[in-house]
C-alpha cells in the first residue's frame, strides 16, 4: 500500500504539477443493523475499499475519489483532480495555501478484547433483540422501540507528496434506540445512544436488559408529566444538555470554516463571550472517547484545543487552509466521513470544564426553575441564535427537585448565554453521538452540571 500511496503523489506532482497531493486509502469492514419492534428491518455487512485524492494545483484545490486500489483507475482520478483544480483556479481571487505540519511517519493500532469485525452477525441481532424486548416488555403503555446499530473496523493509510506517511487503525461501536409511549390521548418520546471506539465490550458497561429498561423508564416518566409553563427562568442543565448546547450552539461557531463565512466568533478572539466560570474544549486526546483519534485527515496529530478560557475566545478548530488565513497552527480537526468525500473542520470531543459546585449547591437557590437533565436534540445557526430540546426535565421548587415537566426546550443567543452562566459543578461526563455536517463524524461533548440564572424555557405560557 505504501509503494502505491507514494507512486500517486508523485505522479500528480511530476507529471500534472501539483503543488501538494494528499492520498486517503481505507479498507473498512461495516456492519449496519435496524430492528423495529423485534423485527429486523436492515441488516448489512460490507466491506468498504476505496481511495480519495486530493491537490492543490495553482492555489486551487482538486478531489476524486474511487472505490478502487487498481493503479490505472488512480491515474485517471488523479488527472481528474489536478484537471478540476487548474478549472477552479481560473476562477479565484486569492490561492489556497496550507499552514506548515510536522511531516510524520507512523502506525497506531487498536487494541480489543472484543472486535466487533468478527463477532457474528447472529449475535449482534441477538443482542439488539435483547433491547427490545427489555424496552417493549416493561410496559404496555411502550409502543415502539427502534434500534439503529453500527460497527466498523479497519485501517486507514494516509500519505502525502511532503512524505508523511501514516497507517491508523479505526475502530467505532454505535448504537441509538428510540421508544414512544402512549396512554389516554398522550404520546412521549425517549431515547438514548451508546458508542465506543474500544470495542464490542461497551456492552458489558451497558448491558442490553439494561439499556432497554432505561430507554421505557423515560418515556413512561414523560407520559405522565405535566406541560412545562413557558418564559424565563433559572435552569440547571444536566452533562447530558451540556453537551448538545456546547455542541450546537457554541461549537459549530468555533470551526473556522464557518467563523470565514460569518459566524459570530471570526473576530472575537480574545474578546469576552461568556461568563469567566466558562471554559471550553475541543479535544480529541480523550482515551477511548467516541471522538478521539491520533491523527486526523491531513496527517495533523490530534490535541486539545482550547476554545474559551474564563469566558474569553482564545481559538478555534482549524484545518492547514484556515489555520494559514488566520496565522494560527493547525489543531488537527480536518476530518473526512470516507474516502468519498474531502476532509472538512469536524469537531471531537468537545466539553465545558467543570468547576467546584455541588449538584446540591447548583439547585439550592433556585426558587422557581428547571432541571434539564436529557437532550431530545438541538439546531443552531451562524448568527448565534439556538435551540435545544429536552426529552427529560423537572421542576424545582424552593431548591428542590420537583415533578417531571414534558415538552420543553431552551432558546436564545449563545453568547448572552454563556454570558448567564453563574455556577459549575464539580462533576464530569461526555456522551457519544453523531454529528451531520454534509457528512456524519463521530463525536462526543458534555461536560458538568451547571447553572444559568436566566433563558428562555419553551412551553405553554
Given at each position: ?54 491537490v ?29 483544480a ?18 510524520i ?17 447472529e ?12 424496552c ?17 473496523f ?48 461497551v456492552f ?36 447530558n ?7 450546537e ?13 460569518g ?19 475541543d ?81 439550592e ?5 428547571y ?26 421548587t ?48 458534555g ?15
Amino acid at each position: 500500500m505504501n509503494d502505491l500511496l507514494e507512486k500517486i503523489n508523485s505522479l500528480a506532482v511530476d507529471k500534472f504539477s501539483a503543488q501538494y497531493s494528499e492520498v486517503r486509502a481505507q479498507k473498512l469492514k461495516k456492519t449496519l443493523l435496524t430492528l423495529k419492534e423485534g423485527r429486523v428491518e436492515a441488516a448489512k455487512q460490507g466491506i468498504e475499499n476505496g481511495v480519495a485524492l486530493r491537490v492543490l494545483v495553482n492555489g486551487a484545490w482538486g478531489f476524486s475519489s474511487v472505490g478502487s486500489f487498481n493503479f490505472s483507475d488512480l491515474k485517471i482520478a488523479i488527472s481528474d483532480a489536478c484537471r478540476m483544480a487548474r478549472a477552479i483556479s481560473k476562477r479565484m481571487k486569492k490561492p489556497i495555501k496550507l499552514a506548515k505540519t510536522k511531516t510524520i511517519i507512523d502506525k497506531v493500532g487498536v487494541e480489543t478484547r472484543k472486535n466487533p469485525a468478527i463477532i457474528p452477525l447472529e449475535h449482534k441481532i441477538k443482542n439488539a433483540l435483547s433491547i427490545n424486548q427489555a424496552c417493549l416488555g416493561y410496559d404496555k403503555k411502550i409502543k415502539s422501540c427502534t434500534i439503529d446499530y453500527l460497527d466498523l473496523f479497519g485501517n486507514n493509510y494516509f500519505a502525502t507528496s511532503e512524505g508523511a506517511n501514516i497507517k491508523q487503525d479505526k475502530l467505532y461501536v454505535w448504537s441509538r434506540i428510540t421508544s414512544s409511549a402512549f396512554n389516554s390521548g398522550s404520546f412521549s418520546f425517549s431515547r438514548e445512544e451508546i458508542g465506543s471506539t474500544a470495542g464490542y465490550e461497551v456492552f458489558d458497561e451497558y448491558p442490553p436488559e439494561v439499556i432497554g429498561i432505561t430507554v421505557a423508564k423515560r418515556a413512561l416518566t414523560q407520559l405522565t408529566a405535566k406541560p412545562v409553563k413557558g418564559g424565563n427562568f433559572p435552569v440547571i442543565l444536566g452533562p447530558n444538555v451540556v453537551g448538545v448546547f456546547v455542541h450546537e450552539a457554541f461549537g459549530h461557531l468555533a470551526e473556522a470554516d464557518l467563523a470565514l463565512s460569518g459566524g459570530i466568533l471570526s473576530n472575537r478572539i480574545g474578546k469576552r463571550i461568556a461568563s469567566n466560570l466558562v471554559t471550553l474544549y475541543d479535544d480529541g486526546t480523550v482515551e477511548d472517547a467516541f471522538g478521539s483519534f491520533k491523527y486526523d485527515d491531513e496527517g495533523v496529530p490530534t490535541q486539545k484545543t482550547l476554545l474559551v478560557k474564563d469566558g474569553i475566545v482564545k481559538g478555534l478548530m482549524h484545518n492547514r487552509e484556515t489555520a494559514h488565513k488566520f496565522n494560527m497552527d493547525p489543531t488537527g480537526n480536518s476530518r473526512g466521513e470516507s474516502f468519498r468525500v474531502e476532509p472538512i473542520i469536524r469537531m471531537r470531543n468537545t466539553y465545558l470544564d467543570p468547576k467546584d459546585h455541588s449538584f446540591e449547591e447548583l439547585i439550592e437557590d433556585v426558587r422557581s426553575g428547571y432541571y434539564m437533565k436529557s437532550f431530545r436534540g438541538g439546531q443552531a445557526n451562524i448568527d448565534g441564535t439556538f435551540q435545544v430540546g429536552v426529552q427529560e426535565a423537572y421542576e424545582i421548587t424552593n431548591g428542590e427537585i420537583g415533578d417531571p415537566v414534558r415538552n420543553v426546550s431552551i432558546s436564545g443567543n449563545t453568547l448572552k448565554t454563556l454570558l448567564k452562566v453563574d455556577a459549575v459543578g464539580n462533576d464530569f461526563k461526555l456522551w457519544p453521538g453523531r454529528c451531520g455536517k454534509g457528512q456524519t463524524a463521530f463525536v462526543c461533548d458534555g461536560g458538568p452540571h451547571i447553572r444559568i440564572k436566566e433563558v428562555i424555557v419553551g412551553g405553554s405560557s
